[in-house]
């Protein structure tokens, strides 16, 4: 076995033993008799309605929340996918509140890090039903959640500063849930695609089955009573890959129910590649341009979105969107579109509709898509945030 292979067994293991001390010193501590909060959520979507109308769902969300002690809480979310996939663990994780030193926090076991501003929200939370393509596209369809440990401060500064570092034992990426539609009527394929299938699981599993680092610094600014500013940048690194990220937030709230909030964001990955000569020459003949370094070549994409949202009242809300990506070689895309929100029943039951232009990306032309959904939620988990 290589030397860098065993440190890097070793570093797993120490970073589990920890974790697992972690939650056990946590419990010792203290334990409550409060029972945790247990909560489901749901949806419907009916996806482009004006071409080739058709209804999905998402699948179901189970939230279990409360405190382990007076000094942590844990979050466990299970999903299971509408589809023949079994029930995915999505979170559980343990947050040190208080109670250790230098107002240290802690976050243990499998979570979405402090990476940038939407990594963190899951899609139901959303107010534009989709999460951001070009966002989706490098942080994966269902964002990054790490098995890790996360340790955030707050610096004694005249302003709200928080820093938040990460490590975890996985990286970005994705996974699939389900055999496609196309799959289904192509069974003559069905032998060439799953060769496809697997050497991009074992290309996946390798770029996923590695050790990154993440951190985030961000600032809050009470700029009056109804007015708040928050900006922050983000970095993450793993053996392959770098991402570097910044995103800020306005909002304007004069009460619970009314508020304007301006969010935008934008990221940057970089994926090492091996640099081959002949590779070299033919991009060159062709123009492209790219940045070599070490012997690899260095290839960038870049996503990001500006979203204004305005919530009228406690019933109604209505925004707008931009999603903006470019990947290395290809062109750029912009998608605008907008976005209103109905919710009839307190917080329980939300309707939404976007209306905005994608790109089918086999024939590389725009059309309108317009999209339905209906959340539903039971328990204190709601599936909206004010």
Do not use: C
Request: overall charge negative; cysteine-free.
């Amino acid at each position: 076995m290589e030397i860098p292979s065993l440190i890097n067994i070793k570093g797993k293991i120490m970073l589990k033993k920890l974790i697992g001390g972690l939650f056990i010193i946590s419990i010792s501590f203290g334990q409550t008799t409060a029972n945790p909060q247990f909560s489901v959520v749901g949806d419907l979507i009916m996806n482009d309605l004006h071409n080739n109308p058709n209804l999905y769902s998402s699948g179901i969300e189970i939230a279990v929340q409360g405190y382990v002690n007076p000094f942590a809480r844990a979050d466990v979310y299970l999903h299971k996918h509408n589809d023949e996939s079994a029930l995915e663990l999505e979170e559980a994780v343990m947050t040190i509140e208080r109670g250790l030193p230098f107002g240290l926090g802690l976050r243990v076991g499998k979570f979405r890090p402090d990476l940038g501003k939407i990594n963190k929200d899951h899609a139901h939370l959303f107010p534009f039903i989709e999460a951001p393509s070009g966002m989706a596209n490098i942080l994966g369809k269902e964002f990054w959640a790490g098995t890790g440990l996360e340790a955030s401060i707050f610096l004694p500064l005249p302003w709200y500063s928080n820093i938040s570092i990460g490590s975890f034992d996985s990286g970005l990426g994705d996974h699939d849930h389900g055999i496609e539609k196309e799959d289904v009527h192509n069974d003559h394929k069905d032998e060439d695609a799953h060769e496809d299938k697997d050497e991009h699981v074992d290309e996946h599993d390798h770029e996923k089955n590695e050790k990154v680092f993440s951190a985030r610094w961000g600032h809050f600014f009470e700029l009056s009573d109804i007015n708040l500013m928050e900006i922050g940048t983000s970095y993450y690194k793993g053996s392959e890959s770098s991402l570097m990220g910044a995103d800020f937030k306005y909002k304007w709230r004069p009460n619970k129910y009314r508020s304007l909030t301006i969010q935008g964001e934008i990221v940057q990955l970089s994926i090492k590649e091996e640099h081959h000569e002949e590779d070299h020459e033919e991009d060159h003949e062709e123009d492209h341009e790219e940045e070599v370094h070490n012997g690899e070549y260095k290839n960038k994409s870049d996503a990001g979105y500006l979203m204004i949202n305005y919530q009228f009242n406690k019933s109604f809300n209505f925004g707008i969107i931009g999603d903006y990506y470019k990947e290395t070689y290809k062109e750029t895309e912009i998608n605008p579109s907008i976005f209103f929100g109905f919710s009839p029943v307190e917080e329980s039951t939300v309707f939404r509709l976007k209306i905005g232009q994608v790109e089918d990306h086999k024939s590389h032309k725009k059309h309108l898509k317009t999209t339905a959904q209906i959340i539903w939620s039971l328990g204190p988990h709601k599936p909206h945030r004010y």
